[in-house]
Nanobody, 122 residues
Framework: QVQLADSGGGLVQAGGSLRLSCTGS????????MGWFRQAPGKEREFVAA????????EYADSVKGRFTISRDNAKNTVYLQMNSLKPEDTAVYYC???????????????WGQGTQVIVSS
């Protein structure tokens, strides 16, 4: 069992930046692939970014490539999502998740954070 706590959301203006954090406990954090997903009101949860257990492999949704960066620090049991050049369409609740495999499908992820809200104003 792994418990995930995500944080760092907030209200920012378009073009601004936020850094989301997700800290794991109760398991071997370094053995899990990690992902970030988001869900906007009235929309399905969508993939944002993923990183392999050792950070060697990353993947991003086309909508965030070049703007968002996923990283991890296994010594701190933490994964990050650096979000730059934010757009109003990035507004959503962001969730971190842990998986035993590297994946972009939410169905593969076993553990989820509670979500942190990101609001980007025009």
């Amino acid at each position: 069992q792994v418990q995930l706590a995500d944080s760092g959301g907030g209200l920012v203006q378009a073009g601004g930046s936020l850094r989301l954090s997700c800290t794991g406990s109760g398991g071997t954090f370094g053995s899990y692939g990690m992902g970030w997903f988001r869900q906007a009101p009235g929309k399905e949860r969508e993939f944002v970014a993923a990183i392999s257990w050792n950070g060697d492999t990353t993947e991003y949704a086309d909508s965030v490539k070049g703007r968002f960066t996923i990283s991890r620090d296994n010594a701190k049991n933490t994964v990050y999502l650096q979000m730059n050049s934010l757009k109003p369409e990035d507004t959503a609740v962001y969730y971190c998740a842990a998986s035993t495999v590297f994946a972009v499908s939410s169905y593969v992820y076993d553990y989820w954070g509670q979500g942190t809200q990101v609001i980007v104003s025009s």
